[in-house]
């Protein structure tokens, strides 16, 4: 599918930028550990429970580690299990009750790599299990057309009461249905534990909540015959914990952008940029797709004037996912219907960057957003933007469709206008399900030439971007009009250089598995 005639040779010097843009982030990453790293590597190997104030013990058992965490906090982990008889359950009700497990005499690193190894072995079983299941069901009960996979939220705040909007969701025709995450949840830097029933704007992100809500959608897909993708968020201050959870959970969705959480929640950057790279490990092993945030930078820029910024950070999501192991089929790049609908031929701008998304990544399963910054009181010039929206996504063939809802900006949207968003996408996705395949676009027209320019920019501004460092462009407000510190944001003294002996054997592991060494 190559209807724009777009320049192979300039996408090519497009990742070739993007390339040189992530090299030296990499490098950073890989010679640097964060909190939040540590304790998900504890969870990974059966760090589990709370304390009696309700702090979970992976951030127990990593507090007490001030001034050795750069040393990795399994060594200390797998150590204290050597001397608890190597019972997790001893181990983590000892750390809940306030043991200092840096305290203990260390052994050998011969006995440490012994013992872990059957930790790493429970840990492989899970997730390959957790793949096998999910491959299964989806031949089971395989999509009937090639249309995009609709998508659809909860966020009641009460998990109990997510599941009921959720089944309902799926019923309704949903393929997809996101648990948004409470409010502000990206700022916590700990994951509360076990199943919620209080939170504003949304739910819990926790392992019980995953459990209960995957649980929940396994059942209606058999008595649909469908399968339900559950998705939730791989950001903030928790990136990488989160993500364990997923994968332990069998998501099989997670919102996960290499720099959403800087630009929109002021979280430093050096701490994002190392946690999504061992997030994304985590999702790569588990076959699970991420979902990219630009279509957030035309809330706050213009959509048309700002276009090559979206391609851009698609350009670099894309190389620090491919740092990270994911394969292109799970690379969920975002990008968003959000051009104002008073500028004359906007649709066709609409067209031109969806066609151009979705021709430069052709393997990803591309996510396109809804209208919502022009969205007003006014219904039916609401529902006409979402009919627009559907037709565009459909014949641009966009992989992951997310409902626009005249109620999304609520709470939880009302239940008959999220029906309604189901029937009316379906009803145009049908009856235009071959338009796509059947149009083709003048060679100098509107749409044409929009594309081309879009992509002209994109190089001049990744040319930029490289000259200055990711990290200067970002602080000079390149992407999305946002400024912000490198060493300013939410989280930065968690970030530590790994010391020469530095130890993580779920790193290692991951590593192996995705053939990243």
């Known amino acids: 599918m190559n209807k724009l005639n777009l320049s192979k040779q300039k996408t090519k010097q497009a990742r070739k930028l993007a390339g040189a843009i992530t090299r030296p982030v990499q490098a950073y990453i890989d010679t640097h550990t964060t909190i939040s790293v540590e304790r998900t590597v504890l969870r990974v190997l059966g760090a589990n429970g709370m304390n009696k104030e309700g702090v979970p013990v992976p951030n127990l058992a990593v507090n007490c580690l001030e001034g050795k965490l750069a040393k990795g906090a399994a060594r200390y982990w797998v150590n204290a299990l050597l001397h608890y008889d190597g019972n997790l359950q001893k181990l983590n009700r000892a750390v809940a009750k ?74 309704q025709g949903a393929d997809i249905v996101a648990v948004i995450r409470t409010t502000a949840q990206s700022l916590l830097d700990y994951v509360p534990c076990g199943a919620t029933i209080h939170g504003f704007g949304g739910t819990y992100a926790t392992q019980e909540n995953f459990r209960i809500m995957r649980e929940a959608l396994d059942k209606v897909a058999h008595k649909e015959k469908r399968y339900i993708r559950l998705v939730n968020y791989a950001s903030g201050l928790c990136m990488p914990e989160i993500a364990a959870m997923g994968a332990l959970e069998r998501l099989d969705m997670m919102l996960n952008d290499s720099m959403y959480g800087v630009l929109f929640r002021d979280i430093n950057m050096y701490r994002t940029f190392v946690d999504q790279h061992f997030s994304r490990m985590l999702t790569a092993f588990a076959d699970i797709t991420i979902n990219t945030g630009e279509d957030n930078y035309l809330t706050t820029a213009d959509a048309y004037q700002n276009a090559h910024t979206v391609l851009a950070s698609q350009f670099i999501n894309e190389g620090f996912a491919g740092n990270a192991g994911l394969a292109p089929r799970l690379m969920g790049l975002g990008h968003a219907f959000e051009i104002d ?31 919502t910054k022009f969205m007003t009181g006014d219904i039916f010039r609401g529902y006409v933007l979402n009919s627009m929206f559907n037709l565009v996504s459909g014949m641009t063939s966009q992989s992951i469709h997310l409902l626009g809802m005249l109620t999304e900006g609520i709470l939880n949207p009302f239940m008959q206008d999220r029906y309604l968003a189901v029937k009316n996408a379906q009803y145009i996705m049908n009856a235009t399900a071959d338009l796509g395949r059947e149009i083709q676009f003048a060679k100098h027209g509107i749409i044409a030439k929009r594309a081309d320019e879009v992509l002209n920019k994109t190089l001049t501004f990744l040319e930029r971007v490289n000259k200055l460092g990711l990290f200067k462009s970002i602080s000079k407000g390149l992407f999305a009009d946002v400024k912000r510190s490198p060493k300013g944001g939410k989280g930065y003294a968690g970030v530590l250089r790994k010391d020469s002996d530095y130890w993580n054997p779920v790193e290692d592991f991951l590593q192996k598995k995705l053939k990243l060494k």
């Open 98 to 171: 306030g043991k200092d497990i840096s305290a203990l005499e260390m052994v050998s690193d011969v006995k440490l790599n012994k013992v872990v190894r059957p930790l790493l072995g429970t840990f492989n079983k899970q997730i390959t299990a957790n793949v096998k299941t999910r491959n299964m069901m989806l031949r089971r009960y395989r999509k009937k057309d090639d249309s995009p996979l609709l998508y659809l939220i909860v966020a009641t705040g009460n998990i109990y009461e997510d599941v009921k909007q959720a089944e309902a969701a799926a019923h």
């Open 341 to 371: 609908p008073s500028l004359k031929n906007s649709v066709l701008y609409e067209i031109a960057q969806a066609q151009m998304v979705r021709e430069i990544f052709p393997e990803a399963p591309i996510k396109y957003m809804p209208p």
